[in-house]
């Protein structure tokens, strides 16, 4: 149990209940189902296997078919809902500034062919080297990261990529209108530092920094490691005919040493996970952009985004493997050794959102419920994404409840799956408005031995977007052993 006499304790007790209440004024249709169905999520004994036996928690006060009922035929505010999350206290870095993480999950659907709108999703580790095309509904989700060794994040915001869409244009739209929300919920005001947006290697660093240059962000992401750059343009040659201004300057390729040059920051350490590592910066790179692709409706001269180069080489894996070099890229110039360190050290805190992830899909259930409309996919959805961020509120509010075999934590350092065993015993202090079910009776449903007259639509798997396009094979597929470095961006 808690003490809500503490003053921390309080702070979180009354944030935590006022989310659950504005979450509940955000269901506008058969908003108590809905309630409940969060409320039974948080409070189950295990991970979610079944919609339908989420109605055996004493928490969920309806039958077994109005989780799905609700879920097809209800409605949620999504753009209150997003306002609401992003006002509640969210993580910061050790300097202070906000760090959000942008990636992409898939829920996939590859045998339900009665859903709609469903593309081709690449998968990684369902064979030996092999990545495959399943279809199914991805998110472009963005959290808010913490400081420290721990797999929590403040999950703000996610957005189902529909056929047709631009992952790189919705990523920014997505981006912008949470940037705005956060400033709009006084997360940071001018004079603050610039919130960091950390991304991998598959979304295009130095664009999104062009197209977001208006709103206070930083941009850092990872590159290939077949990358090439160039230096700053140099200066007109001297004399009468100097020639025409050249726009870049020499190469920089990532896998030529030769081409490197002297760092202008260099930083040693030693980490508990992977030994000692070396931290290598080169000041004012900037691809070679070029009309094609995503700058195809560029008018005018095309720009010069300069950033600056980090290259975290460590000495050993946690998994045993042999490690490769690190290459990332940061939108601002002129970094010092502590922004140098902190950049590297906040890109390796990006992947705690797979461990959100993985928490939504294996314990909440995310991907489990056998849903046809992709609206209801939403819905549901956001409503783990609301159940989780009850969970982070109450991380300082519940007991740890853990198993024999289980080691000891303080309570600052429980994971979310241990902080949801304690949820149940708090709940009945928390507010919990949905009201009590009306006594009803089943319908009597398709008589047995007749045949469904109306059967569901079936939809094609949309096969060619804007960016999964199919490419033509050359020669037998295989793959060269010393590809071209991609010199252009």
Not at 41 to 65: I, K, N, Q, T
Not at 282 to 298: C, E, N
Request: charge should be positive.
């Amino acid at each position: 149990m808690i003490s809500v006499h503490h003053a921390s304790g309080a702070a979180a007790f009354g944030e935590l209940s006022a989310l659950r209440q504005e979450f509940y004024r955000c269901l506008t249709r058969r908003a108590d189902a809905l309630f409940e169905l969060t409320d039974a999520v948080l409070c189950a004994d295990g991970p979610v296997r079944s919609v339908a036996e989420l109605s055996l928690a004493g928490e969920h006060r309806r039958g077994h078919g109005s989780g799905y009922a609700a879920l097809a035929r209800g409605q949620v505010d999504i753009g209150r809902l997003r306002t609401a999350l992003a006002a509640v206290s969210l993580p910061r870095a050790a300097d202070g500034r906000l760090v959000l993480a942008v990636d992409v999950t898939c829920w996939l659907r590859p045998e339900a062919h009665t859903c709609a709108q469903r593309i081709l999703c690449h998968t990684y580790g369902r064979g030996k080297d092999q990545h495959m095309m399943v279809p199914g509904w991805p998110y472009s989700v963005v959290v808010a990261l913490e400081t420290g060794r721990h797999s929590w994040t403040a999950p703000l915001d996610a957005v189902r990529l529909a056929p047709g869409d631009d992952a790189a244009s919705v990523t920014a739209r997505q981006i912008r209108d949470v940037v705005a929300r956060l400033i709009a919920a006084g997360h940071w005001s001018p004079g603050d530092p610039e919130i960091l947006l950390v991304a991998d290697a598959g979304y295009d660093g130095p664009r999104l920094a062009h197209v977001l240059a208006d709103l206070p962000i930083i941009v850092l992401v990872r590159m290939r490691s077949d990358r090439v750059l160039r230096r700053p343009a140099p200066p007109l040659r001297p004399g009468p005919s100097p020639g025409r201004p050249r726009r870049h300057g020499d190469e920089f390729a990532f896998g030529d040493p030769t081409t490197w040059g002297e760092p202008d920051i260099t930083l040693e350490t030693t980490t508990r996970l992977y030994g000692p590592a070396l931290i290598r910066a080169w000041d004012r790179l900037h691809p070679k952009l070029t009309s094609r692709t995503a700058w195809t409706g560029h008018t005018g001269d095309l720009p010069i985004l300069d950033g600056t180069v980090i290259l975290l080489q460590v000495e050993r894996l946690p998994s045993g493997a042999i490690p490769k070099p690190v290459w990332l890229w940061h939108s601002a110039t002129g970094l010092d050794h502590t922004e140098a360190d902190l950049a590297w050290q906040a890109f390796l805190r990006r992947f705690d959102i797979e461990h959100t992830f993985r928490m939504l899909k294996q314990t909440l259930g995310w991907t489990t419920p056998k849903l046809r409309s992709p609206d209801a996919a939403d819905r549901w959805t956001w409503l783990l994404i609301t159940a989780y961020t009850q969970l982070r509120l109450a991380r300082d509010l519940t007991t740890d409840l853990r198993r024999p075999w289980e080691k000891p934590r303080p309570i600052a350092r429980l994971s979310p799956a241990r902080v949801r065993r304690g949820f149940r015993n708090l709940r009945p202090q928390l507010t919990c408005p949905a009201a009590v079910p009306k006594p009803s009776r089943p319908g009597p449903g398709r008589p047995a031995g007749t045949p469904n007259h109306q059967p569901a639509t079936r939809h094609d798997v949309h096969t060619v977007t804007s960016t999964n396009t199919q490419k033509t094979k050359r020669g037998n597929n295989i793959k060269p052993s010393n590809p071209q470095p991609r010199r252009t961006g």
